[in-house]
């Protein structure tokens, strides 16, 4: 099975343009995150990141991301249509909010949820390791893995984007820190925590 799983890799890592047709085998590192043909949300590992052999993870993107509708009407509702209606206005109102959860527990879904809740009335600027979150029309989505930057000067450089909301996919470090003097300087976002 080996080598069907080098086969899914490189085709992952080519659909997401981090490796090049010519050299398929030459990876920038050995352990590598991505989003192929914006539907697969993928982590690749080979020797010796993975000393037992190459391995991968695949998460498939839904086709029409959940609206807070969808989120209110569930056969089991997810949310309360109050807790709804407070989140939707706490980001019109320009309050910062942080979502958190264990993994698999939606907060992306969430995330996107309140996006296309908001996203028309507000410019927003997307920063994720790879690209997953729906867009909203006048909206701008950084890349980190492909842009060489790290999450905190993403933050940063969003600021210089004219945002309404910045929305940072995952804050796991420093970027926390940043998004902190971004919502106390008047550009408050939306964020997710482990």
């Known amino acids: 099975h080996q080598q069907w799983i080098e086969f899914v890799q490189r085709q992952l890592l080519l659909r997401a343009g981090l490796i090049s047709l010519q050299n398929p085998n030459l990876w920038p590192k050995h352990a590598m995150l991505g989003t192929a043909d914006r539907r697969l949300r993928f982590a690749v590992t080979r020797p010796p990141a993975s000393p037992d052999g190459p391995t991968i993870s695949i998460r498939i993107l839904p086709r029409h991301w959940r609206k807070i509708d969808d989120l209110v009407r569930e056969p089991e509702p997810i949310l309360p249509r109050a807790a709804a209606d407070l989140l939707i206005e706490a980001l019109r109102r320009g309050v910062t909010i942080l979502i958190a959860g264990a993994t698999g527990s939606g907060k992306t879904t969430m995330t996107g949820a309140l996006l296309q809740a908001i996203g ?45 909301l910045i929305v940072c996919g995952e804050v796991r470090g420093a970027e926390a820190l940043a998004m ?14 482990h």
């Open 120 to 164: 028309d009335e507000k410019r927003v600027v997307i920063i994720e390791e790879s690209r997953e979150l729906p867009q909203p029309a006048d909206s701008m989505t950084m890349e980190v893995l492909n842009s060489g930057l790290t999450y905190t000067e993403c933050v940063r450089f969003a600021l210089r984007q004219k945002p309404d």
């Open 180 to 193: 902190l003097q971004a919502a106390a300087s008047g550009h408050p976002g939306i964020g997710t925590i």
